[in-house]
């Protein structure tokens, strides 16, 4: 069964039909809406344990109509990994991170993607196109090469190597911008505005929002139908913090959460390069400015101003939560403190979820013994610019190379 009942606008509360293809209203996003009361009467909570892992787990709080629609590639449930020496070096007990790389494509974007194009091929669109500045626009093209549309992506001239050549290599028209991402997205726009492809950017169409609720949904499933008492998320475009959001109102609304325990604490993280939410949290603004000449080596969080801030916002508020920035200098150094405490290559965008954290730790936002989530939304890997270094030459010549190689590691065993 599909509980899905309709489109709603964000910004007025205009209804549209569910199977019709829709962008924006008002300037605002359009959101998915379901039935909330049908599906506690005819879905068993725990029953959905019987089903594979996966986004596709939680199908009566998703909006396709039937499986046989769905446009896949094996998204798989994500793991929560408990991080007690990371998590030591921040002055935390119980961290965890929710490590996204591991979807298809490599980031989190494969849950948005996945959702956006089932809807949009069994819409009839057959020519999606986004900007972006980082992995969105290779998942687009992965997915769109699965379902079979033509797909145009346009990214910055400096997006990280990697991924704009993966964009290249899954078939899409990619092109350069001399531009930041928002100016990439005008010209998607303009595009759309002319009839060439359907846009696919960040929250101008109601559905990538809808996979990636799907992080919450999981979440709570794995910590046994409870919630953390925070959450860390790098925040660019601002659709997953806006989705897990989405998701805990359903579940609570379904009585699948405790009602007496408190939803978690939402916590928006920057980078001091490109901080929008955070001065705009600041300031108590409802909606952002955009930063001029923003620069981050987290390419995912330079979006100088989020279609979304004014839900971004709200969620922050609503939950108790708060947005922090985080020095550029300080990045490298905690990506490389979750690869050798933890063994977890995160990406740049996660390590301003660490900063973050100490950051909130610092100010009482957050307490010692808290349990928290932080989300690393893509691979390390995927950032090779940023993974820049030298290693140390050895000459197989040398008098006793091998001991040199191994100096100072002390006995192999105990």
């Not at 769905?70 to 030591?88: F, H, I, K, Q, Y």
């Not at 350069?176 to 060439?196: F, N, P, S, T």
Request: with cysteine; hydrophobic share 45%.
């Amino acid at each position: 069964m599909r509980f899905a009942t309709h489109l709603e606008a964000t910004s007025d509360g205009t209804t549209f039909a569910l199977d019709s293809l829709q962008t924006c209203h008002d300037g605002q996003p359009i959101a998915v809406r379901y039935d909330l009361r049908a599906l506690a009467a005819n879905v068993e909570r725990d029953a959905l344990r019987r089903r594979p892992p996966g986004m596709w787990r939680y199908r009566e709080l998703l909006p396709h109509a039937s499986d046989a629609e769905v446009v896949s590639l094996g998204e798989n449930a994500t793991p929560l990994l408990p991080c007690p020496r990371l998590g030591a070096r921040l002055g935390l007990s119980r961290l965890l991170i929710k490590d996204e790389s591991t979807l298809p494509t490599g980031s989190f974007k494969a849950r948005g993607m996945a959702m956006a194009i089932t809807r949009a091929k069994a819409l009839g669109v057959t020519h999606v196109a986004t900007p972006t500045a980082g992995n969105a626009g290779g998942a687009l093209a992965a997915y769109a090469a699965r379902a079979g549309l033509r797909c145009t992506v346009l990214m910055p001239a400096d997006t990280p190597l990697v991924n704009q050549r993966e964009v290249h290599w899954y078939g899409a028209r990619a092109f350069a911008v001399d531009g930041l991402i928002h100016e990439c997205g005008a010209i998607v726009r303009q595009g759309a505005e002319r009839g060439l492809w359907f846009d696919m950017s960040t929250m101008k169409e109601p559905y990538r929002l809808e996979g990636k609720k799907t992080m919450g949904l999981e979440l709570a499933d794995q910590l046994g139908w409870r919630l953390p008492d925070a959450i860390f998320y790098p925040t660019g475009g601002g659709t997953g913090l806006v989705g897990m959001h989405k998701a805990f109102a359903e579940l609570r609304e379904l009585g699948w959460l405790d009602p007496a325990a408190p939803l978690p604490r939402l916590f928006a993280c920057q980078a001091s390069g490109c901080a929008p939410v955070v001065t705009a949290f600041e300031n108590g603004s409802p909606t952002a400015e955009l930063v001029p000449d923003a620069t981050t080596a987290a390419a995912g969080l330079r979006v100088p101003k989020p279609f979304a801030d004014r839900m971004i916002l709200t969620a922050l508020r609503e939950s108790g939560g708060a947005a922090l920035a985080a020095p550029e200098a300080e990045l490298s150094g905690w990506v490389g403190h979750a690869m050798r405490d933890e063994g977890i290559a995160l990406c740049p965008e996660a390590a301003a979820c660490l900063v973050g954290a100490r950051q909130a730790l610092a100010r009482g936002l957050i307490a010692a013994g808290d349990e928290i989530v932080v989300f690393n939304t893509g691979a390390a890997q995927k950032y090779v610019e940023f993974l820049a270094a030298e290693l140390p030459r050895l000459d197989r010549a040398a008098p006793d190379w091998v001991r040199l190689a191994g100096a100072d590691d002390g006995p192999a065993t105990r």
